[in-house]
């Protein structure tokens, strides 16, 4: 619409400034350009025409000069043939002669009149043919006259002829050549003829050239022209108009289409076009109404508050309208007054808050109910207001918002530039919405308020429900009780009627025998009495036998430990002379040793039996309730005893009947002490034949002692074919130290305690233990459990009973052994022993001196506290159970001390309260009794804690520059840094001083990184903590090689360095390094030295710490750290024994390597060992369907590992 | 549904997971109850079995149905290069610091449909470390894994992800990492290379390789307390020392019995580092 008028204008100076051709239809416009081409044509059409004609003339012409040239020629020659006639007759007079002469004469005549004919149209040749007609006459005349005539007379003689000739000559008037003169004459007027009209053909040929050359040129100019016109006027148009479709199809509306003035089809185009374009335009915005309309409809339903419907409207009409102040006021029927709502880019204070009817321009159009637009605005009106500037609107529009008829709102709008249509148009459109959503609004505020008061209410009325309930709920219970008692009373009141009399009969006898009553009563006081007082007899016993158990179990846990003391040294030092450390003693002697070292070890079983035993005596056993799968028990009793089974030739076998709950509720721990007593005695007692293990029901034969009937057993079964028992032993052998006969002690050894354990763990877990035998005929006995086990299994009290401190004086002190106190030097590694058993403290002693440190020995609290203030030792080994304060005081008062807290302690006990000792900062804990190497470890670690001396590290690079650098990095460090150049300096250097830690570069002149570390290992001291720095990427072969010496490898980069300076400090200040500390393995003896097992793994920390079990148990390892890489090392190994296969690896993973190894028939019975780390209850299955012989969980239980490698290592 | 009485629900919900448990040894007892007990209702409204306890039946003697039960319990929801700060710090901060490795293990935990696995990859090929790199990305839902694997995802998320991809510095364009077709986008095999996938339950599997990053985004939030703490030490056990640690954004170690074996790099990113000393000695 807006667009119209200037393209009009456009239209119109296109008009002038095209041609008249522009305007013409294109029809008009080639009949224009083709019409001259075809009228240039047909005149160079008609210039040929005309020369042509020309030329045929010509010719004719020229043929016709030709005949005359050859008329002409004819006649001279009839003429000369004449003459000759003539001269001829008058020589010879004869008759021929005389006939050419008449012939000539007539030929000349035809041919003169020939000529005469010819030359018609020329009258000076007809002239000259009259004049040679006439000469030609005379002469023939004259020739008759005076040749022909004379000669015919007769014979003429020379001189006869000689005057004829005279006569001739002189009488002649013409002669022949003037005849020819006149012919040539004529010849030549001829040939003058011939030339002339040759020439003007020649001139009518170039002018035919010239006209048809300028015909081409014309034509091609013009063709050019009309090429040129047509592109200028029809193709460039039509493909601007194509290209203006389509940027228009595009929604391109910023198109300026031209050409509109034009008259002929191109202006049509246009004029459609322009027509189209303003559609478009039109579409567009309504599109752009429509779908402004329907997103800010939503969105002002969304408000919930007038406030907010009245922003969120102003704000958006006035982006929308592009107004610079938008207002909007609500009309509210009930106060009749205008309130506003909501308004955008006002300055505060412009405008009052309401208006009410009428008032103002505002009010005005509620009562006008009609828009009213301001179109020059006063000067102290609003002014559009922004941080640059304020000025005056140009237009205020103020537009009532109408709901059926009734105004509920106005809109007041002001802006620089008058409302668009557009814009009135979506004002239009919009008012109605903002007029319904209003009043919706209105209408939701309101139900709002209703539904929150109808809230409020329910509220009050469900708490006053509830009150009234309540107070219903009393009355009705009151009403309840009253109404029972009431009829209580009347049952009563009838009762009391009804057994009136009864009852006074009955008061009339009981009278009467109220005197024998008191009689009897009398004597039962007595008797009460008495047995008041046996009661008191009985408690009293009950206390004394109580206190005399827990004496018992005192003395029993107080001996035990006293037992353990001496036995601990016994131990150890049996142990050592077995060892033949020192190589001194003879095979005997050696034999004598072990012996002693065996018979402590049965003490120590019994002394621990003992215990047990008094523990439960005393109801002290702990029982810890948990589900036990029955197949972790048979699997448990098939891996202990399998291959004792085995090496004994015996046929051993553990299994579980049908019908049995997959798990038992009980003590797992004490139930299999239980059957491993029993199957290991079964295996004892059996010399051949075999050991069966069934877990089922009870058998129908064995007796179920009656305390258990009625309830579901489960029993676990082990039954032998060995020695058996004579039925009236069958009491005696559940006795503490009972055994057949000594007979059978002696033989079989064992301390006698064991079923009479089982019996009485049997009674705690709620069961019983049945036996069936015959001497000779082999035992079964039954282990009967509930299936649910009775309450109260569970004992309160697991602490083992405390001894009871022992009373001591300073007089009864133990003598402390002879020490170093009195020769120690400054910088003495010095221990302090804290051990009341001189023997073990003398064992201790020695241990320290041989490692070449100090001691300082104690045999009470008191004086190691004294010892400990005085020489401040290295570290502290520190028994529990001593004279005076007891071990746990003495931590408390060392770690109470400044001077001392620092000093590490590591507790040897005979008790085992390690985590007790670890609470109160202690480093380590042992138990009595111990092994050698334990103390050894215990040192270790209470030095390597000790040790705060400077630390040493060694930087192996060849670059200077780099070691340089790493020094720098470390300069805050306490620590002595060596550098070493080549790896042969460092070795050297290494074998000089102990180093905490090395820095090495593995790029190193002549011996490379490696190679280093290999020499390294091979040295007594082994491979000290290693940090490589390397330069460059390692292959994975590399990774793993190194990975063996440490694993602080650290590739050189940007931040390589902190790394580098995290990883040597962890060397460096660690206590003890994760990856270095000892590994507790199980020990293996020999069994298994020797044989070949594949470690496969791509965890390489696994891969190390169990490769380094596995040869610690004397196994050769090999590793892979794939499944590929798996099947090619048993490629290279065929002689490999066993595989443990891990289960997640990347690339080719455990099943797959495991099917792998499989498909080869040579490898079919391999046993393979799945490692896994998944725990799901399919994935052990997914492994033994892969075809692993067995799996084990991660992280690896190394007893387990033990366990497997023997069961799966074929002997 | 018709309301249903909560404490029924509790009863019927308990039996689901006891029955998940027993009969297929998935264990979600230790799932935080809410969220559980809210994709078990839907679960229920999904297959239209009206209760909790229909479902459990389904459970119980339809062997397959538990791996639709398994799918509609996982929640695999991700973006590619979801957080583009975390990515940035991950490129910006810890790629240059586990290039100092000669080799590099990362573990993704519960990787879900692996748009962040391909992430990583992306991330690791631009910072030239991808060929010694090693990503084991790991789920328990096996129908994700697969979908992990595929690397197709509708296209139209494909412009988030880029934007995320820029934001996160990516230093070409993520379309140079994918083919569009059919309204999906294919990411490029060879991103695959170096990873990993596998089948690992957070919940009862245990360590399976030596990691220096661990990735475990918004598993976390799922687990209860002494769930989170088991995932947390198994991350532990599984970090080389030094190795890093990302968690999701509503994940934190703050009060995890584990933050004492961790520092912390980024708190707004929840980004920790393994402590190289145990803080405690665990030797006995």
């Known amino acids: 619409m807006a667009a119209r008028q200037p393209s009009n204008d456009r239209a119109r100076g296109d008009a002038s400034r095209y041609s008249w051709i522009a305007h013409l239809p294109v029809q008009r416009k080639m009949m224009l350009v083709i019409g001259p081409l075809l009228l240039v044509f047909l005149l160079a059409n008609l210039a040929t025409l005309y020369s042509l004609d020309q030329q045929t003339e010509h010719r004719h012409w020229s043929e016709h000069t030709y005949d005359v040239l050859l008329d002409i020629g004819s006649v001279r020659q009839s003429l000369l043939a004449a003459q000759v006639g003539a001269r001829g007759y008058m020589l010879l007079q004869s008759t021929s002669e005389l006939a050419d002469f008449e012939q000539g004469g007539r030929d000349l005549a035809d041919g003169l009149r020939r000529l005469r004919a010819l030359t018609a149209d020329n009258p000076v040749q007809q002239t000259r043919l009259d004049a040679i007609q006439t000469l030609a006459t005379r002469w023939q005349r004259e020739i008759v006259a005076y040749v022909i005539t004379p000669a015919a007379r007769g014979d003429i003689d020379p001189a006869a002829r000689q005057r004829i000739q005279e006569d001739f000559l002189a009488h002649r008037s013409v002669t022949v050549p003037q005849i020819t003169a006149v012919l040539d004459q004529m010849a030549d007027t001829e040939r003058n003829l011939l030339v002339e009209r040759n020439g003007r053909l020649d001139q009518t040929l170039a002018l035919m050239r010239l006209v048809n050359a300028l015909a081409a040129v014309l034509s091609l100019l013009y063709g050019a022209y009309v090429v040129n016109l047509t592109w200028r006027l029809i193709a460039r148009p039509l493909n601007q108009m194509t290209e203006l479709m389509s940027r228009l199809a595009a929604h391109d509306h910023s198109v300026v289409i031209s050409r509109l003035g034009r008259r002929d089809e191109v202006g049509q185009i246009a004029r459609a076009l322009q027509v189209f374009k303003q559609l478009a335009i039109a579409s567009r915005e309504q599109d752009w109404l429509k779908n402004e309309l329907s997103t800010l409809a939503p969105r002002l339903q969304e408000a919930t508050t007038h406030r907010a419907f009245g922003q969120l409207l102003t704000g958006e009409v006035a982006r929308l309208v592009k107004a610079g102040v938008t207002l909007y006021y609500g009309y509210d029927a009930h106060s009749e007054r205008l309130d506003l709502l909501g308004s955008y880019g006002l300055r505060q204070s412009w405008s009052p808050e309401s208006y009410v009817p009428g008032e103002g321009l505002v009010g005005q159009s509620v009562l006008e109910r009609k828009p009213i637009v301001l179109d020059t605005v006063p000067e102290h009106y609003v002014r559009i207001h922004s941080g640059s500037g304020e000025a005056l609107p140009c237009q205020i529009t103020i537009l009532p918002v109408l709901y059926r008829e009734q105004v509920v709102g106005v809109l007041e709008l002001a802006g620089f530039e008058p409302l668009s249509p557009l814009c009135r148009q979506l004002l239009d459109e919009l008012l109605p919405i903002i007029a319904l959503t209003q009043e919706n609004l209105t209408r939701a505020i309101a139900t709002q308020q209703l539904l929150e008061q109808t809230r409020e209410q329910a509220e009050d009325l469900s708490v006053a429900a509830i009150t009234l309930r309540q107070q219903q709920q009393v009355l009705r219970d009151s009403n309840e009780a009253l109404h029972a008692k009431t009829q209580e009373l009347e049952e009563q009141s009838q009762r009391l009627t009804v057994s009136e009399e009864e009852l006074r009969v009955q008061a009339e006898e009981l009278q009467a025998s109220n005197e024998e009553l008191r009689e009897k009563g009398d004597i039962l006081k007595e008797q009460k009495q008495a047995l008041e007082a046996l009661q008191r007899e009985t408690a009293q016993k009950a206390l004394e036998l109580e206190r005399a158990s827990r004496y018992k179990s005192e003395f029993l846990a107080n001996m035990s430990h006293e037992l353990r003391t001496p036995l601990n040294s016994l131990l150890i030092l049996s142990r050592s002379l077995a060892d033949n450390d020192t190589g001194n003693l003879d095979e005997e002697q050696i034999e004598s040793a072990r012996i002693i070292h065996d018979a402590g070890s049965n003490l120590l079983r019994l002394i621990n039996d003992i215990l047990d035993l008094s523990k439960i005596e005393a109801g002290k056993m702990e029982l810890v309730i948990e589900e036990l799968p029955l197949a972790v028990l048979q699997r448990s009793l098939q891996r202990t005893f399998g291959h004792v089974a085995r090496d004994k030739g015996l046929s051993f076998e553990v299994r579980v009947d049908e019908g049995l709950p997959a798990a038992l509720h009980t003590d797992a721990a004490r139930l299999e002490q239980v059957a491993v007593n029993l199957v290991g005695n079964a295996l004892k007692f059996t010399a051949r034949g075999e050991v069966r293990v069934r877990i089922g029901r009870p058998a129908p034969e064995s007796a179920i002692p009656p305390a258990l009937l009625g309830q579901p057993l489960v029993a676990i079964e082990v039954c032998d074919t060995g020695i058996g028992i004579a039925p009236e032993k069958f009491a005696r052998i559940f006795q503490a130290f009972e055994q057949v006969d000594a007979g059978t002690s002696r033989q079989y050894g064992g301390t006698g305690l064991g079923l009479a354990i089982c019996k009485r763990i049997a009674a705690l877990l709620g069961g019983d233990i049945v036996l069936r035998s015959a001497p000779g005929e082999g035992s079964t006995f039954t282990v009967l459990l509930p299936e649910v086990p009775p309450v109260g299994t569970t004992a309160a009290d697991g602490h083992a009973p405390a001894p009871a401190p022992r009373a001591h004086s300073s007089a009864l002190l133990p003598e402390s052994i002879q020490d170093d106190r009195g020769h120690l030097d400054q910088g003495d590694v010095t221990i302090l022993v804290i051990e009341d058993d001189p023997a073990f403290a003398r064992i201790l002693a020695d241990m320290i001196h041989r490692k070449g440190y100090r001691v300082l020995a104690a045999a009470d609290g008191e004086t190691a506290l004294a010892l400990a203030r005085e020489h401040r030792p290295t570290g502290i080994l520190l028994d529990v159970m001593l004279p005076g304060i007891d071990g746990w005081t003495v931590m408390e008062r060392l770690k109470a001390d400044e001077t001392v807290r620092h000093i590490p302690v590591h507790f040897i006990s005979a008790t085992d309260e390690a985590s007790r000792g670890r609470e109160l900062g202690a480093v380590g804990f042992l138990t009595k009794p111990v092994s050698r190497e334990a103390i050894a470890q215990a040192f270790e670690r209470l030095l390597h804690v000790a040790e705060d001396r400077t630390r040493r590290l060694l930087v192996v690079d060849d670059d200077a520059d780099a070691r340089t650098a790493v020094r720098t990095m470390l300069r805050h460090e306490q620590v002595q840094i060596d550098e070493a150049g080549s790896a042969e300096e460092a070795l050297r250097m290494t074998a000089r001083a102990q180093y905490d830690c090395i820095v090495l570069d593995l790029g190193l002149p002549g011996m490379s990184g490696t190679e280093l570390l290999d020499r390294l290992a091979a040295t007594p001291a082994g491979v000290p903590p290693v940090v490589i720095h390397s330069g460059r990427d390692l292959s994975r072969e590399e990774n793993l090689k190194l990975r063996q010496y440490t694993d602080a490898i650290v590739v050189k980069g940007a931040r390589a360095p902190e790394r580098l300076l995290e990883e040597v400090s962890l060397f460096l200040h660690s206590i003890q390094h994760a990856s270095r500390r000892p590994a507790e393995k199980p020990s293996l003896g020999d069994e298994l030295k020797g044989r070949s097992v594949l470690l496969v793994d791509d965890d390489m920390r696994n891969l190390f710490a169990l490769s380094k079990v596995l040869r610690g148990w004397g196994l050769t390892v090999t590793m892979a750290q794939d499944g590929r890489k798996a099947l090619k090392a048993l490629e290279e190994n065929p002689a490999t024994e066993l595989v443990l296969m891990d289960v997640m690896m990347p690339g080719m993973d455990g099943y797959e390597a495991t099917r792998a190894i499989r498909a080869q028939a040579r490898f079919a019975e391999l046993p393979i060992i799945a490692l896994t780390a998944k725990a799901m209850r399919g994935d052990r299955e997914r492994c033994l369907e892969a075809g692993a012989s067995d799996y084990l969980s991660k992280p690896v239980d190394l007893d387990k590992l033990a366990s497997l490698l023997r069961v799966w290592l074929p002997h | ?284």
């Open chain 2, 1 to 284: 549904m018709e309301p249903v009485d909560p404490a029924l629900e509790d009863i019927e919900v308990e039996l689901f997971v006891r029955a998940l448990r027993q009969r297929h040894g998935y264990d979600f007892s230790q799932y935080a109850p809410a969220s559980l007990k809210r994709r078990v209702r839907q679960l229920a409204r999904a297959h239209g079995t009206g209760t909790i306890s229909a479902l459990t039946g389904r459970l119980l003697h339809e062997p397959e149905f538990v791996f639709e039960v398994l799918e509609g319990l996982s929640v695999p929801v991700s973006d590619m290069f979801r957080d583009p700060p975390v990515f940035r710090a991950l490129r910006d901060r810890v790629l240059p610091v586990l290039a100092s490795w000669p080799y590099i293990d990362i573990w993704q935990a519960g990787c879900a449909n692996g748009q962040e696995v391909w992430s990583l990859a992306i991330l690791l090929e631009e910072a030239g470390l991808y060929e010694r790199c090693r990503i084991h990305a790991t789920d328990f839902n096996a129908a994700a894994l697969a979908r992990a694997r595929e690397g197709i995802y509708p296209a139209r998320e494909a412009q988030a992800w880029s934007r995320n991809y820029l934001e996160a510095g990516g230093r070409h364009s993520l379309s140079d990492y994918y083919s569009a077709r059919y309204e999906f986008i294919k990411l490029d095999p060879r991103l695959r290379r170096n990873v990993s996938f596998a089948n690992h339950n957070l919940v009862t599997d245990k360590v399976f390789c030596e990691a220096q990053l661990v990735l475990c985004r918004n598993v976390l939030i799922y687990f209860s307390n002494p769930l989170q703490e088991r995932v947390l030490a198994l991350f532990r056990d599984s970090l080389a020392r030094g190795g890093f640690l990302c968690l999701g954004q509503r994940e934190s170690l703050d009060f995890a019995p584990s933050a004492a074996d961790f520092s912390t790099v980024d708190a707004d990113l929840r980004l920790y580092r393994r402590n190289a000393l145990p803080p405690t000695d665990h030797a006995h």
